[in-house]
């Protein structure tokens, strides 16, 4: 039996490690366009901000470490086209391949910006580590930066350009940073940080093209015109599906692939997963896309043992989320006001502060905690929070909550840790709920 | 109606207030032997310690706060007896009290060590701000200190003289510090850290007397003499139940007052809270005493509520818990394999050590996570933990999983927050539930 893998990036690992874990005997090929695998691109932006030393640090598994486990990868070759009739793909310069069982991870793509001067050199997309040792090079001689588009990762690499000492500009159409994620009480403080880091934020600026003959030399915004040596494109990721939609492989409303609990996809003997597939939200079923890279392997491997004739399922997600913002750290679970208003998905919020440690007790943090509660089933629909520690721990409680459909009276009267240096009388968490509950 | 208050710990105050709360017409007094309400207790080794400034930062409310919230408090006055018969108290300078309602929050007492020397000066317990504030004094003097047993309190004032400068001397009979609440997995680290810090460890070591005449020099050992300037006596909690057994109230198998889940006791008109009640165990339903000022709080406002006409329910509890030792942090929830096996309660352990970052990004600390499942239900029986970051976080979410009795392997596949400086791809708590897996 061959099973090929399209893709290097974490769902491609992932199902090439599950496809010989369940098929031992099965010839397991993975195809990547690019010229290595097994490195945490999430690392990149930091490597930029110098807060890792090198991008060197960054890679995981050399290639001898695949080669040792007897993975068959096949660097820099591209997949051109796949026939699922016949189960043949068509790689460039190996021709005709034939496979039993395909999984795809073909990941995203950043949305194109679609504006004038977007084949200017010195236009980067963060994404392959390889570029981004090139681009690092142009960051010791330039003096500007500007970011476009305040998603998580324009956010992470204004962050990382301030860091290094550039003058940074920030620059996208939304009412406050992460706008159509994270809520404006959320996004306050951390706005407010990322001026005092001294990154210049152009809100509500749309960009209008790209300036410069060649190179580019700035953005021209509805705003006026901002001089750049560096410009840094961070659109929105856009499943990357190409490949799938020209063999006729069903995509849905987000543009994913649609797959079952299995990762299975609308043509037989083909699974896909990670940022190229769409998958249900646990509570409102709502099909969602561009998770992070925990998310993509663990597809992954589900995907590659069911391709390898096993039998395992995945579940719909509440996506636990967090980031460096600023000074500050920012995450939640599942949907922020914003978007549950966008979606029209029935709640109440409940919002408090608390803080870290004890209040008497030196270096405690203030932590924002802002929970979303259906109204009926009293049970959370997602959460947003802003503070310094403690804030990835507290996602992954809200999104085992979530899971566990916790009613939010035991959130707001839950037992919690209170040791001066590491906890305060008052979990934070706990007060936004007691506060979700007057208003239910 | 009157509604009379003994005691003005953390429990005390929570019945004031959740009895004024249900019953703002009624009269509330508050009785208490000490000079002070509203402090932390649980700050003092911190102050020792010189972490925290000064003792004055841990009053969180002072006497005109109370006074302007209609506080009725007694400060320095004994309850001698109950009639729970007449419905009276004996107030020593005042005589006799009517009440209507009754709620006892009378706190925890240090074990009698019952030894030799047990009434010198200068061997300290420690509890009240008042008395801690003049021990200080004698810290500045100090070269030698010896804490005697290695309780919670025990680890924290080590700790503390050690980070004072102070030569330290820790002696235990355990063979690990903790060693009936924490397993020598998670408190092997916390050893060397604190051997690291300087402080000089006894185990296996019984105190035999304290050696001195009139004031403390020393501490008489199984292993031989410890010369000391002060001695700090950390024996074990236990409840504080002198009035209420005296007044024919139940107590139980722990020694603490028998109360039912409106936290009333025997007596009629009686409700306890605190660390003088036992309350059961969620899971394995064992009667258990002596929590944290959280739980004390949260009970005594029940009681409050409760003898004010209202009718409020207190839940089962898990305990959380989690404190500095040494230079890690641990914590956990319910039960560690040693006291499980104690109990007989039937369990599989998974254990997993793992990271608090991505593993290239600077500062990240290591965590070590042990569950104990039952291999019935599949749900936690408890869990304990070291590390540095997110230890709090971690035992709360391990508490809410326990109370909503999520499967072992909810945890091991739980989704959780993945970004390189405050989160590792593999969350410690899903690998160790993901070895408890392999042995179910």
Chains 1, 2 share one sequence.
């Not at 620059?171 to 990322?194: N, R, Y």
């Amino acid at each position: 039996m061959r099973i090929v893998v399209v893709g290097g990036g974490a769902a491609g690992i992932g199902a090439q490690g599950g496809a010989k874990g369940a098929a031992p005997d099965a010839e397991v090929i993975l195809y990547t366009e690019y010229e290595d695998v097994g490195y945490s691109p999430c690392g990149i932006p930091f490597v930029h901000g110098r807060e890792i030393e090198r991008f060197e640090d960054l890679i995981l598994q050399d290639k001898k470490f695949y080669e040792d486990a007897g993975f068959d990868i096949r660097y820099t070759t591209r997949v051109e086209s796949i026939d699922t009739a016949s189960q043949e793909i068509q790689v460039a310069g190996e021709g005709t391949v034939k496979y039993d069982r395909l999984v795809l991870g073909t990941g995203w793509n950043y949305e194109d910006p679609g504006l004038p001067g977007s084949d200017l050199a010195g236009l980067h997309y963060v994404k392959n580590i390889r570029r981004a040792m090139e681009f690092d090079k142009l960051l010791d001689e330039a003096k500007v930066a500007v970011v476009v588009d305040a998603t998580p990762i324009g956010v992470e690499m204004a962050t990382a350009f301030a860091h290094r000492g550039l003058e940074t500009h920030f620059v996208d159409p939304g009412g406050w940073p992460l706008a159509d994620v994270a809520d404006p009480e959320i996004m306050e403080p951390v706005e407010e940080s990322m001026r005092g880091l001294g990154i210049h934020l152009h809100m509500q600026t749309s960009v209008e093209r790209f300036v410069g003959e060649g190179s580019v030399r700035g953005v021209a915004t509805s705003q006026g015109e901002i001089p750049a040596d560096v410009v840094v494109v961070a659109t929105h990721k856009t499943p990357n599906t190409a490949l799938a939609t020209a063999a006729g492989i069903k995509t849905g409303s987000t543009g994913g692939i649609i797959v079952d609990d299995g990762m299975a996809t609308s043509a037989e003997n083909v699974w896909a997963a990670g940022d190229c597939v769409e998958i249900p939200h646990s509570v409102s079923k709502v099909p969602i896309n561009g998770l992070s890279g925990s998310h993509a392997y663990a597809q992954g491997k589900v995907a590659g043992v069911n391709a390898g004739g096993g039998e395992r399922a995945y579940q719909a997600v509440q996506v636990p989320w967090g980031m460096v913002a600023g000074t500050w750290t920012i995450g939640g679970v599942s949907f922020g006001e914003t978007l549950a208003t966008a979606l029209g998905i029935p709640h109440v919020v409940g919002m408090a502060d608390g803080i870290s440690k004890a209040r008497y007790y030196p270096g405690f943090s203030r932590i924002r905690v802002k929970l979303l509660v259906d109204p009926k089933t009293r049970t959370l629909v997602g959460g947003q929070m802003v503070g310094v520690e403690g804030i990835k721990e507290r996602a992954d409680f809200l999104a085992m909550a979530m899971r566990a459909r916790v009613p939010i009276d035991d959130i707001a009267w839950m037992e919690n840790v209170y040791s001066p240096p590491i906890g305060a009388l008052n979990e934070p968490m706990a007060l936004a709920a007691q506060n979700a509950l007057g208003k239910l």
